[in-house]
Protein backbone atom coordinates (compact mmCIF):
# COMPACT_ATOMS: atom_id res chain seq x y z
CA UNK A 1 0.00 0.00 0.00
CA UNK A 2 1.28 3.18 -0.74
CA UNK A 3 0.95 5.12 1.97
CA UNK A 4 3.43 7.69 2.99
CA UNK A 5 5.63 6.16 5.30
CA UNK A 6 5.04 8.88 8.03
CA UNK A 7 1.57 7.70 8.68
CA UNK A 8 0.95 6.75 12.06
CA UNK A 9 1.39 2.79 12.05
CA UNK A 10 -1.50 2.58 14.71
CA UNK A 11 -4.47 4.42 12.40
CA UNK A 12 -3.29 1.65 9.31
CA UNK A 13 -3.17 -1.40 12.02
CA UNK A 14 -6.70 -0.05 12.85
CA UNK A 15 -7.75 -0.58 9.30
CA UNK A 16 -5.81 -3.71 8.95
CA UNK A 17 -8.07 -7.62 9.04
CA UNK A 18 -5.94 -10.54 9.09
CA UNK A 19 -7.89 -13.88 8.53
CA UNK A 20 -7.49 -17.23 7.33
CA UNK A 21 -10.22 -19.41 5.83
CA UNK A 22 -10.54 -23.18 7.77
CA UNK A 23 -11.85 -25.77 5.94
CA UNK A 24 -12.21 -29.10 4.82
CA UNK A 25 -10.77 -29.94 1.14
CA UNK A 26 -13.68 -29.34 -1.28
CA UNK A 27 -15.65 -27.02 0.71
CA UNK A 28 -15.28 -23.90 -1.51
CA UNK A 29 -11.86 -22.37 -0.32
CA UNK A 30 -10.93 -21.69 -3.39
CA UNK A 31 -14.14 -20.34 -5.13
CA UNK A 32 -14.57 -18.24 -2.10
CA UNK A 33 -11.11 -16.90 -2.19
CA UNK A 34 -12.05 -15.80 -5.64
CA UNK A 35 -15.35 -14.47 -4.64
CA UNK A 36 -14.06 -12.35 -1.90
CA UNK A 37 -11.05 -10.96 -4.44
CA UNK A 38 -13.40 -10.38 -7.20
CA UNK A 39 -15.71 -8.29 -5.17
CA UNK A 40 -13.09 -6.05 -3.43
CA UNK A 41 -12.17 -6.35 -7.61
CA UNK A 42 -8.42 -7.35 -7.04
CA UNK A 43 -8.71 -9.54 -9.84
CA UNK A 44 -11.10 -8.62 -13.06
CA UNK A 45 -12.26 -11.99 -13.68
CA UNK A 46 -12.72 -14.77 -11.12
CA UNK A 47 -10.56 -18.22 -11.67
CA UNK A 48 -7.38 -16.14 -11.77
CA UNK A 49 -6.28 -16.95 -8.24
CA UNK A 50 -6.56 -20.70 -8.16
CA UNK A 51 -6.67 -21.12 -11.88
CA UNK A 52 -9.81 -24.28 -11.51
CA UNK A 53 -11.68 -25.24 -14.82
CA UNK A 54 -8.60 -24.37 -17.24
CA UNK A 55 -8.76 -21.09 -16.68
CA UNK A 56 -5.17 -19.66 -16.17
CA UNK A 57 -4.72 -18.97 -12.70
CA UNK A 58 -1.66 -17.91 -10.32
CA UNK A 59 -1.90 -21.23 -8.34
CA UNK A 60 1.13 -21.97 -7.16
CA UNK A 61 3.39 -24.56 -9.19
CA UNK A 62 6.36 -23.91 -7.18
CA UNK A 63 7.74 -27.20 -7.02
CA UNK A 64 7.55 -29.82 -9.75
CA UNK A 65 6.05 -32.07 -7.22
CA UNK A 66 3.08 -29.63 -6.60
CA UNK A 67 2.22 -29.71 -10.49
CA UNK A 68 2.14 -33.31 -10.68
CA UNK A 69 -0.37 -33.52 -8.04
CA UNK A 70 -1.77 -30.46 -9.28
CA UNK A 71 -2.53 -28.98 -5.64
CA UNK A 72 -0.93 -25.70 -3.30
CA UNK A 73 0.81 -26.90 -0.94
CA UNK A 74 2.50 -23.76 -0.08
CA UNK A 75 0.88 -20.72 2.05
CA UNK A 76 1.19 -16.65 1.10
CA UNK A 77 -1.43 -14.01 1.69
CA UNK A 78 -3.77 -12.14 -0.34
CA UNK A 79 -3.87 -8.48 -0.06
CA UNK A 80 -6.52 -6.21 -0.89
CA UNK A 81 -8.52 -3.46 -0.32
CA UNK A 82 -12.41 -3.23 1.09
CA UNK A 83 -14.18 -0.19 2.12
CA UNK A 84 -11.57 1.87 3.99
CA UNK A 85 -9.72 -1.72 5.44
CA UNK A 86 -7.03 -3.46 4.16
CA UNK A 87 -7.53 -7.40 4.30
CA UNK A 88 -4.98 -9.73 4.47
CA UNK A 89 -6.56 -12.99 3.77
CA UNK A 90 -3.88 -16.14 4.81
CA UNK A 91 -3.82 -18.90 2.56
CA UNK A 92 -3.91 -22.07 4.31
CA UNK A 93 -3.35 -25.61 2.43
CA UNK A 94 -6.44 -27.37 2.45
CA UNK A 95 -4.90 -30.78 0.69
CA UNK A 96 -5.99 -33.98 2.97
CA UNK A 97 -2.42 -34.36 3.48
CA UNK A 98 -1.91 -31.60 5.00
CA UNK A 99 0.48 -30.45 6.85
CA UNK A 100 2.14 -28.26 10.06
CA UNK A 101 2.38 -25.24 7.61
CA UNK A 102 -1.42 -24.95 7.57
CA UNK A 103 -1.68 -24.62 11.18
CA UNK A 104 0.94 -22.68 11.26
CA UNK A 105 -0.44 -20.04 9.53
CA UNK A 106 -3.08 -19.85 12.10
CA UNK A 107 -0.42 -18.28 14.67
CA UNK A 108 -0.41 -15.02 12.15
CA UNK A 109 -3.73 -14.30 11.98
CA UNK A 110 -6.36 -12.05 13.99
CA UNK A 111 -9.68 -14.13 13.13
CA UNK A 112 -10.80 -17.41 11.19
CA UNK A 113 -13.70 -17.95 8.42
CA UNK A 114 -14.61 -21.39 9.14
CA UNK A 115 -15.88 -22.41 5.72
CA UNK A 116 -18.75 -25.72 6.03
CA UNK A 117 -20.39 -27.41 2.90
CA UNK A 118 -23.93 -27.32 3.53
CA UNK A 119 -24.50 -30.74 2.58
CA UNK A 120 -21.60 -31.79 5.23
CA UNK A 121 -21.20 -29.72 8.23
CA UNK A 122 -18.39 -30.31 10.34
CA UNK A 123 -15.96 -32.22 8.61
CA UNK A 124 -12.23 -33.88 10.03
CA UNK A 125 -9.77 -31.29 8.69
CA UNK A 126 -12.20 -27.86 9.56
CA UNK A 127 -12.27 -29.63 13.23
CA UNK A 128 -8.73 -29.84 13.56
CA UNK A 129 -8.17 -26.36 12.76
CA UNK A 130 -10.98 -25.06 14.46
CA UNK A 131 -9.19 -27.07 17.89
CA UNK A 132 -5.90 -24.98 16.44
CA UNK A 133 -7.96 -21.50 16.91
CA UNK A 134 -9.87 -22.68 19.67
CA UNK A 135 -6.35 -23.40 21.90
CA UNK A 136 -5.36 -19.88 20.51
CA UNK A 137 -8.38 -18.14 21.34
CA UNK A 138 -8.62 -17.20 17.29
CA UNK A 139 -11.99 -16.08 17.10
CA UNK A 140 -14.03 -17.51 14.43
CA UNK A 141 -16.81 -16.02 11.53
CA UNK A 142 -18.92 -19.02 10.06
CA UNK A 143 -19.50 -19.33 6.32
CA UNK A 144 -22.19 -21.79 5.30
CA UNK A 145 -21.12 -22.44 1.98
CA UNK A 146 -22.85 -24.03 -1.47
CA UNK A 147 -26.38 -23.31 -0.18
CA UNK A 148 -27.66 -23.39 -4.02
CA UNK A 149 -27.89 -27.17 -3.60
CA UNK A 150 -29.66 -30.24 -1.80
CA UNK A 151 -28.18 -30.35 1.46
CA UNK A 152 -28.96 -30.43 5.26
CA UNK A 153 -31.47 -28.14 7.51
CA UNK A 154 -29.97 -24.92 8.55
CA UNK A 155 -31.54 -25.69 12.17
CA UNK A 156 -29.97 -28.90 12.02
CA UNK A 157 -26.00 -27.24 10.85
CA UNK A 158 -26.40 -24.84 14.31
CA UNK A 159 -27.15 -27.94 16.20
CA UNK A 160 -23.90 -29.86 15.23
CA UNK A 161 -22.09 -26.60 16.05
CA UNK A 162 -23.41 -26.83 19.96
CA UNK A 163 -23.13 -30.27 20.01
CA UNK A 164 -19.71 -30.96 18.45
CA UNK A 165 -17.73 -28.42 19.23
CA UNK A 166 -19.87 -25.99 21.63
CA UNK A 167 -19.20 -23.36 19.86
CA UNK A 168 -22.84 -20.95 20.46
CA UNK A 169 -23.93 -20.30 16.38
CA UNK A 170 -25.18 -16.61 15.86
CA UNK A 171 -26.47 -15.46 12.50
CA UNK A 172 -26.21 -12.68 10.60
CA UNK A 173 -28.05 -14.42 8.02
CA UNK A 174 -30.75 -16.82 7.72
CA UNK A 175 -31.26 -18.59 4.44
CA UNK A 176 -34.71 -18.17 2.84
CA UNK A 177 -35.56 -21.25 0.49
CA UNK A 178 -34.64 -24.38 1.10
CA UNK A 179 -31.40 -25.85 0.11
CA UNK A 180 -31.28 -26.76 -3.60
CA UNK A 181 -33.56 -23.43 -3.64
CA UNK A 182 -32.16 -20.29 -2.36
CA UNK A 183 -33.24 -17.29 -2.99
CA UNK A 184 -31.72 -14.90 -0.43
CA UNK A 185 -30.95 -14.04 3.06
CA UNK A 186 -32.78 -12.77 6.01
CA UNK A 187 -30.46 -9.86 6.83
CA UNK A 188 -30.83 -10.25 10.94
CA UNK A 189 -29.45 -7.02 11.79
CA UNK A 190 -32.25 -5.28 9.27
CA UNK A 191 -34.70 -8.06 9.30
CA UNK A 192 -35.22 -7.23 5.60
CA UNK A 193 -34.70 -10.27 2.84
CA UNK A 194 -32.25 -9.78 0.76
CA UNK A 195 -32.91 -11.14 -2.73
CA UNK A 196 -30.39 -12.84 -4.50
CA UNK A 197 -29.93 -12.67 -8.50
CA UNK A 198 -28.06 -15.43 -10.43
CA UNK A 199 -25.25 -14.01 -12.81
CA UNK A 200 -23.87 -15.81 -15.75
CA UNK A 201 -21.16 -18.50 -14.49
CA UNK A 202 -21.48 -16.20 -11.25
CA UNK A 203 -18.12 -14.23 -12.66
CA UNK A 204 -19.40 -10.95 -11.13
CA UNK A 205 -20.94 -9.90 -8.00
CA UNK A 206 -24.15 -11.03 -7.60
CA UNK A 207 -26.96 -8.43 -7.71
CA UNK A 208 -29.07 -8.10 -4.36
CA UNK A 209 -32.23 -6.39 -3.85
CA UNK A 210 -33.93 -5.74 -0.61
CA UNK A 211 -37.14 -6.16 0.68
CA UNK A 212 -39.19 -5.19 3.61
CA UNK A 213 -40.81 -7.89 5.68
CA UNK A 214 -44.00 -7.16 4.00
CA UNK A 215 -42.85 -7.45 0.54
CA UNK A 216 -40.71 -10.38 0.93
CA UNK A 217 -44.49 -12.23 2.59
CA UNK A 218 -45.94 -11.30 -0.16
CA UNK A 219 -43.36 -12.17 -2.99
CA UNK A 220 -42.14 -15.32 -1.64
CA UNK A 221 -44.56 -16.63 1.06
CA UNK A 222 -44.10 -19.86 2.58
CA UNK A 223 -40.44 -19.55 2.82
CA UNK A 224 -40.13 -15.94 4.34
CA UNK A 225 -42.22 -17.58 6.90
CA UNK A 226 -40.24 -20.36 7.44
CA UNK A 227 -36.97 -18.60 7.55
CA UNK A 228 -38.54 -16.41 10.08
CA UNK A 229 -39.65 -18.96 12.05
CA UNK A 230 -36.57 -21.23 12.24
CA UNK A 231 -34.63 -18.06 12.98
CA UNK A 232 -36.50 -17.75 16.02
CA UNK A 233 -36.23 -21.10 17.29
CA UNK A 234 -32.36 -20.27 17.32
CA UNK A 235 -32.96 -17.14 18.71
CA UNK A 236 -34.95 -18.74 22.12
CA UNK A 237 -32.11 -21.73 22.09
CA UNK A 238 -29.20 -18.29 22.27
CA UNK A 239 -28.18 -17.37 19.10
CA UNK A 240 -28.65 -13.86 19.61
CA UNK A 241 -25.41 -11.44 18.07
CA UNK A 242 -22.98 -10.78 21.75
CA UNK A 243 -20.22 -9.51 20.07
CA UNK A 244 -18.60 -10.70 23.09
CA UNK A 245 -18.96 -14.16 22.95
CA UNK A 246 -17.26 -13.61 19.69
CA UNK A 247 -14.53 -12.03 20.54
CA UNK A 248 -13.96 -14.29 23.42
CA UNK A 249 -14.54 -17.00 20.89
CA UNK A 250 -17.50 -19.12 22.64
CA UNK A 251 -19.81 -18.08 20.35
CA UNK A 252 -19.55 -17.27 16.28
CA UNK A 253 -21.70 -15.16 13.91
CA UNK A 254 -22.78 -16.96 10.86
CA UNK A 255 -23.98 -16.16 7.27
CA UNK A 256 -24.96 -18.62 4.83
CA UNK A 257 -24.29 -18.26 0.99
CA UNK A 258 -23.23 -20.00 -2.66
CA UNK A 259 -19.78 -18.86 -3.01
CA UNK A 260 -19.88 -20.49 -6.85
CA UNK A 261 -22.53 -17.71 -6.94
CA UNK A 262 -20.92 -15.12 -5.20
CA UNK A 263 -24.60 -15.00 -2.74
CA UNK A 264 -24.00 -14.11 0.58
CA UNK A 265 -19.94 -13.17 -0.56
CA UNK A 266 -20.72 -9.33 0.33
CA UNK A 267 -21.83 -10.14 3.43
CA UNK A 268 -19.35 -11.68 4.71
CA UNK A 269 -17.10 -9.01 3.42
CA UNK A 270 -18.86 -6.63 5.33
CA UNK A 271 -18.78 -8.73 8.48
CA UNK A 272 -15.16 -8.69 8.23
CA UNK A 273 -14.76 -5.49 8.03
CA UNK A 274 -17.16 -4.45 11.19
CA UNK A 275 -16.69 -7.34 13.13
CA UNK A 276 -12.93 -9.32 12.48
CA UNK A 277 -10.74 -7.94 15.20
CA UNK A 278 -7.59 -5.32 14.27
CA UNK A 279 -4.35 -6.21 15.13
CA UNK A 280 -3.39 -6.15 18.98
CA UNK A 281 0.17 -5.65 20.37
CA UNK A 282 1.29 -9.04 20.13
CA UNK A 283 3.07 -10.04 23.48
CA UNK A 284 6.93 -11.06 23.75
CA UNK A 285 8.57 -14.26 25.28
CA UNK A 286 8.09 -12.63 28.59
CA UNK A 287 4.67 -11.88 28.20
CA UNK A 288 5.12 -8.16 27.76
CA UNK A 289 2.85 -6.46 24.88
CA UNK A 290 4.74 -5.22 21.93
CA UNK A 291 3.08 -1.51 21.60
CA UNK A 292 1.82 -1.40 17.78
CA UNK A 293 3.27 2.13 17.52
CA UNK A 294 6.52 1.23 19.01
CA UNK A 295 9.50 0.18 16.06
CA UNK A 296 9.29 -2.45 13.73
CA UNK A 297 8.94 -6.24 14.91
CA UNK A 298 7.75 -9.48 13.05
CA UNK A 299 7.93 -13.21 13.04
CA UNK A 300 8.43 -15.57 10.72
CA UNK A 301 5.92 -18.06 10.58
CA UNK A 302 6.68 -20.01 7.20
CA UNK A 303 9.88 -20.93 5.06
CA UNK A 304 9.38 -21.81 1.53
CA UNK A 305 12.11 -22.62 -0.37
CA UNK A 306 12.11 -23.10 -4.41
CA UNK A 307 9.12 -21.27 -4.98
CA UNK A 308 10.77 -19.72 -8.10
CA UNK A 309 12.01 -22.68 -10.21
CA UNK A 310 14.60 -20.72 -12.07
CA UNK A 311 16.21 -19.63 -9.10
CA UNK A 312 15.85 -22.08 -6.50
CA UNK A 313 14.66 -19.21 -3.77
CA UNK A 314 14.01 -19.07 -0.33
CA UNK A 315 10.64 -16.70 0.82
CA UNK A 316 9.99 -16.39 4.41
CA UNK A 317 6.91 -14.97 5.39
CA UNK A 318 6.99 -13.00 8.27
CA UNK A 319 3.77 -11.34 9.77
CA UNK A 320 4.32 -7.65 10.74
CA UNK A 321 3.56 -7.45 14.71
CA UNK A 322 4.52 -3.19 15.50
CA UNK A 323 6.30 0.04 13.27
CA UNK A 324 6.19 0.53 10.23
CA UNK A 325 8.42 -2.03 7.64
CA UNK A 326 10.18 -0.62 4.55
CA UNK A 327 12.06 -2.18 2.14
CA UNK A 328 15.73 -1.56 2.25
CA UNK A 329 15.90 -1.35 6.22
CA UNK A 330 18.17 -3.23 7.81
CA UNK A 331 16.86 -5.75 10.92
CA UNK A 332 17.91 -7.73 13.29
CA UNK A 333 17.21 -11.23 13.58
CA UNK A 334 16.83 -11.51 17.76
CA UNK A 335 17.73 -15.69 17.25
CA UNK A 336 21.38 -15.09 15.72
CA UNK A 337 21.46 -11.66 16.78
CA UNK A 338 22.50 -10.95 13.08
CA UNK A 339 21.35 -7.90 10.84
CA UNK A 340 18.95 -8.62 7.99
CA UNK A 341 18.69 -6.62 5.09
CA UNK A 342 15.72 -6.73 3.39
CA UNK A 343 16.26 -5.14 0.35
CA UNK A 344 13.96 -7.97 -1.94
CA UNK A 345 10.83 -7.90 -0.09
CA UNK A 346 7.26 -9.74 -1.67
CA UNK A 347 4.23 -10.13 -1.20
CA UNK A 348 3.34 -13.43 -2.83
CA UNK A 349 0.31 -15.20 -4.03
CA UNK A 350 0.29 -17.86 -6.01
CA UNK A 351 2.80 -16.64 -8.75
CA UNK A 352 1.87 -13.29 -8.18
CA UNK A 353 4.59 -10.98 -6.77
CA UNK A 354 4.76 -7.63 -6.32
CA UNK A 355 7.39 -5.55 -4.46
CA UNK A 356 6.87 -4.50 -1.09
CA UNK A 357 7.73 -0.53 0.12
CA UNK A 358 5.75 -0.42 3.03
CA UNK A 359 3.78 -2.45 5.44
CA UNK A 360 1.87 -2.18 8.95
CA UNK A 361 1.31 -4.53 11.95
CA UNK A 362 -1.73 -7.21 10.75
CA UNK A 363 0.20 -7.47 7.35
CA UNK A 364 2.58 -10.69 5.74
CA UNK A 365 5.67 -9.78 4.14
CA UNK A 366 7.96 -12.16 2.00
CA UNK A 367 11.34 -12.06 2.72
CA UNK A 368 13.45 -13.63 -0.33
CA UNK A 369 16.87 -15.06 -0.44
CA UNK A 370 16.26 -15.36 3.38
CA UNK A 371 18.25 -18.66 4.32
CA UNK A 372 18.95 -17.17 7.60
CA UNK A 373 15.37 -17.27 8.90
CA UNK A 374 14.01 -20.07 10.15
CA UNK A 375 9.99 -20.62 11.31
CA UNK A 376 9.99 -18.73 14.61
CA UNK A 377 12.15 -16.26 14.18
CA UNK A 378 11.46 -12.57 15.51
CA UNK A 379 12.62 -9.74 13.14
CA UNK A 380 12.92 -6.09 14.88
CA UNK A 381 14.79 -3.00 14.14
CA UNK A 382 15.63 -0.12 16.41
CA UNK A 383 15.98 -0.88 20.34
CA UNK A 384 15.04 -2.46 22.84
CA UNK A 385 15.09 -5.95 21.46
CA UNK A 386 11.99 -8.50 21.11
CA UNK A 387 11.36 -12.02 21.00
CA UNK A 388 8.30 -13.16 20.04
CA UNK A 389 7.23 -16.66 21.67
CA UNK A 390 8.29 -19.51 19.28
CA UNK A 391 5.51 -21.33 17.00
CA UNK A 392 3.66 -24.63 18.48
CA UNK A 393 4.68 -27.28 17.15
CA UNK A 394 1.97 -29.79 16.59
CA UNK A 395 1.01 -33.99 17.38
CA UNK A 396 2.81 -35.76 14.78
CA UNK A 397 0.88 -38.44 13.31
CA UNK A 398 3.92 -39.93 10.78
CA UNK A 399 7.32 -41.05 11.65
CA UNK A 400 10.16 -42.21 9.41
CA UNK A 401 13.75 -43.59 10.02
CA UNK A 402 16.18 -41.60 7.50
CA UNK A 403 19.40 -42.97 6.72
CA UNK A 404 20.89 -41.60 3.71
CA UNK A 405 21.02 -43.63 0.33
CA UNK A 406 24.65 -43.25 -0.33
CA UNK A 407 26.83 -43.24 2.92
CA UNK A 408 29.61 -41.54 1.43
CA UNK A 409 27.03 -38.62 1.87
CA UNK A 410 26.95 -38.87 5.51
CA UNK A 411 27.79 -35.07 5.56
CA UNK A 412 25.40 -33.68 3.53
CA UNK A 413 22.68 -35.84 4.99
CA UNK A 414 23.39 -34.75 8.66
CA UNK A 415 23.25 -30.81 7.41
CA UNK A 416 20.60 -31.16 5.13
CA UNK A 417 18.28 -32.99 8.10
CA UNK A 418 19.70 -30.41 10.44
CA UNK A 419 18.03 -27.41 8.04
CA UNK A 420 14.99 -29.37 7.48
CA UNK A 421 14.15 -29.78 11.34
CA UNK A 422 15.39 -25.89 11.72
CA UNK A 423 12.85 -24.92 9.24
CA UNK A 424 10.16 -27.14 10.66
CA UNK A 425 9.72 -28.93 7.11
CA UNK A 426 9.60 -32.26 9.80
CA UNK A 427 9.98 -32.81 13.02
CA UNK A 428 13.27 -34.30 13.77
CA UNK A 429 13.35 -36.71 16.67
CA UNK A 430 15.55 -38.87 17.77
CA UNK A 431 15.55 -41.80 20.19
CA UNK A 432 18.08 -43.90 22.65
CA UNK A 433 17.40 -46.96 20.39
CA UNK A 434 18.64 -45.82 17.19
CA UNK A 435 21.25 -42.96 18.21
CA UNK A 436 21.69 -39.99 16.30
CA UNK A 437 22.85 -41.59 13.11
CA UNK A 438 19.36 -42.66 12.27
CA UNK A 439 17.29 -39.55 13.06
CA UNK A 440 13.31 -40.30 13.15
CA UNK A 441 11.51 -37.50 11.06
CA UNK A 442 8.17 -36.59 11.96
CA UNK A 443 4.87 -35.06 10.57
CA UNK A 444 1.61 -33.88 10.78
CA UNK A 445 1.20 -35.07 7.18
CA UNK A 446 2.56 -37.55 4.85
CA UNK A 447 3.10 -35.28 2.46
CA UNK A 448 5.78 -33.36 4.99
CA UNK A 449 8.05 -36.39 4.19
CA UNK A 450 7.72 -36.04 0.69
CA UNK A 451 9.20 -32.50 0.34
CA UNK A 452 11.68 -33.25 2.53
CA UNK A 453 13.06 -36.44 0.04
CA UNK A 454 12.64 -34.14 -2.51
CA UNK A 455 14.75 -31.19 -0.92
CA UNK A 456 17.02 -33.67 0.16
CA UNK A 457 18.32 -34.68 -2.88
CA UNK A 458 17.79 -32.40 -5.29
CA UNK A 459 19.25 -29.57 -2.80
CA UNK A 460 21.67 -31.06 -0.23
CA UNK A 461 22.59 -33.58 -3.00
CA UNK A 462 21.96 -35.86 -0.04
CA UNK A 463 19.09 -38.71 -1.59
CA UNK A 464 17.54 -40.67 1.89
CA UNK A 465 16.12 -43.55 2.78
CA UNK A 466 12.68 -43.54 4.67
CA UNK A 467 11.41 -45.82 6.59
CA UNK A 468 7.95 -45.86 7.86
CA UNK A 469 7.34 -46.92 11.38
CA UNK A 470 4.07 -47.88 12.70
CA UNK A 471 3.53 -45.33 15.24
CA UNK A 472 0.16 -43.61 15.15
CA UNK A 473 -0.66 -42.46 19.04
CA UNK A 474 1.48 -40.07 20.00
CA UNK A 475 1.27 -38.74 23.97
CA UNK A 476 3.86 -36.55 25.85
CA UNK A 477 5.73 -38.50 28.26
CA UNK A 478 4.70 -36.78 31.95
CA UNK A 479 7.75 -37.99 33.82
CA UNK A 480 11.16 -39.00 32.62
CA UNK A 481 12.03 -41.42 34.54
CA UNK A 482 9.30 -43.38 33.15
CA UNK A 483 11.15 -44.02 29.92
CA UNK A 484 12.02 -47.73 30.53
CA UNK A 485 8.02 -48.55 30.76
CA UNK A 486 7.20 -47.18 27.50
CA UNK A 487 10.81 -48.12 25.86
CA UNK A 488 9.98 -52.13 27.13
CA UNK A 489 6.40 -52.05 25.63
CA UNK A 490 6.63 -54.01 21.93
CA UNK A 491 4.90 -51.70 20.24
CA UNK A 492 6.15 -48.46 21.80
CA UNK A 493 9.10 -46.35 22.33
CA UNK A 494 10.02 -42.93 23.73
CA UNK A 495 11.43 -40.21 20.83
CA UNK A 496 13.00 -37.19 21.61
CA UNK A 497 12.11 -33.51 19.88
CA UNK A 498 14.55 -30.82 19.59
CA UNK A 499 12.33 -28.82 22.46
CA UNK A 500 12.65 -30.83 24.64
CA UNK A 501 9.58 -33.18 24.62
CA UNK A 502 9.61 -36.57 24.76
CA UNK A 503 7.37 -38.28 22.96
CA UNK A 504 5.88 -41.61 23.60
CA UNK A 505 4.96 -42.96 20.45
CA UNK A 506 2.83 -46.10 20.52
CA UNK A 507 1.51 -48.12 17.24
CA UNK A 508 -2.13 -47.46 17.98
CA UNK A 509 -4.64 -46.67 20.56
CA UNK A 510 -4.96 -50.41 21.38
CA UNK A 511 -1.20 -51.21 22.41
CA UNK A 512 -0.88 -47.45 24.40
CA UNK A 513 -4.10 -48.84 26.38
CA UNK A 514 -2.38 -52.34 26.87
CA UNK A 515 0.64 -50.48 28.61
CA UNK A 516 -1.29 -48.13 30.56
CA UNK A 517 -3.36 -51.22 31.78
CA UNK A 518 -0.06 -53.19 33.02
CA UNK A 519 1.30 -49.78 34.24
CA UNK A 520 -0.95 -47.26 35.73
CA UNK A 521 1.51 -45.26 37.08
CA UNK A 522 2.17 -44.37 33.41
CA UNK A 523 1.50 -40.30 33.22
CA UNK A 524 0.80 -39.34 29.53
CA UNK A 525 -0.31 -36.18 28.55
CA UNK A 526 -2.74 -35.12 25.18
CA UNK A 527 0.04 -33.51 22.49
CA UNK A 528 -2.64 -31.72 20.09
CA UNK A 529 -1.65 -28.29 19.51
CA UNK A 530 0.31 -27.22 22.25
CA UNK A 531 1.13 -23.65 22.49
P1 LIG B 1 -11.50 -26.13 -1.98
O1 LIG B 1 -10.94 -27.50 -2.15
O2 LIG B 1 -12.05 -25.91 -0.61
O3 LIG B 1 -10.59 -25.02 -2.42
O4 LIG B 1 -12.80 -26.09 -2.90
P2 LIG B 1 -13.06 -25.44 -4.32
O5 LIG B 1 -13.22 -23.96 -4.22
O6 LIG B 1 -12.06 -25.96 -5.29
O7 LIG B 1 -14.50 -26.03 -4.60
C1 LIG B 1 -14.75 -27.42 -4.67
C2 LIG B 1 -15.92 -27.67 -5.59
O8 LIG B 1 -17.10 -27.12 -5.01
C3 LIG B 1 -15.76 -27.00 -6.94
O9 LIG B 1 -16.29 -27.87 -7.91
C4 LIG B 1 -16.57 -25.75 -6.82
O10 LIG B 1 -17.07 -25.29 -8.05
C5 LIG B 1 -17.70 -26.21 -5.92
N1 LIG B 1 -18.30 -25.10 -5.17
C6 LIG B 1 -17.69 -24.15 -4.46
N2 LIG B 1 -18.58 -23.30 -3.93
C7 LIG B 1 -19.80 -23.74 -4.30
C8 LIG B 1 -21.14 -23.29 -4.09
O11 LIG B 1 -21.41 -22.29 -3.43
N3 LIG B 1 -22.12 -24.03 -4.64
C9 LIG B 1 -21.87 -25.13 -5.40
N4 LIG B 1 -22.91 -25.78 -5.92
N5 LIG B 1 -20.65 -25.57 -5.63
C10 LIG B 1 -19.62 -24.90 -5.10
Known amino acids: MSTPHDAAPLHEAQRRRSFAVISHPDAGKSTLTEALALH ?67 SAVDSAVMLLDAAKGLEPQTLKLFDVCRHRGIPVL ?80 EDWTTA ?70 AFVFKVQTGMDPAHRDQVAFARVCSGVFE ?24 QKRSTVDTAYPGDVIGLVNATALRVGDTLYSGKPAVRFPGLPQFAPAHFAV ?22 GVVQLLTSDLRGEGAPVLAAVGPMQFEVATHRMEHEFNAPVKLDRLPYSAVRKLGD ?22 ELAVFEDEMSLRILLRANPELELEPLLAEG
Open 480 to 501: SSQRSIVDAGRRSEVLDRADGT
Open 402 to 423: ATPSDLSKAKQFRKGIDQLGAE
Open 327 to 350: RGMVVTNATTKRPFATKYVQQVFG
Open 40 to 106: ARVISEAGSVHGKGGRQGVVSDWMSMEQARGISITSAALQFEYRDCVINLLDTPGHADFSEDTYRVL
Open 228 to 297: REEYDLLLESGGEFDEERFRDATATPVLFGAAVLNFGVRHLLDLVVDLAPRPVPREDADGAPRPLDGEFS
Open 142 to 221: TFINKWDRPGREALELCDELVERIDLQPMPLTWPVGSPGHFQGVLDVPTGQFVRYARTAGGAKAAPEENLSPDEAEAEVG
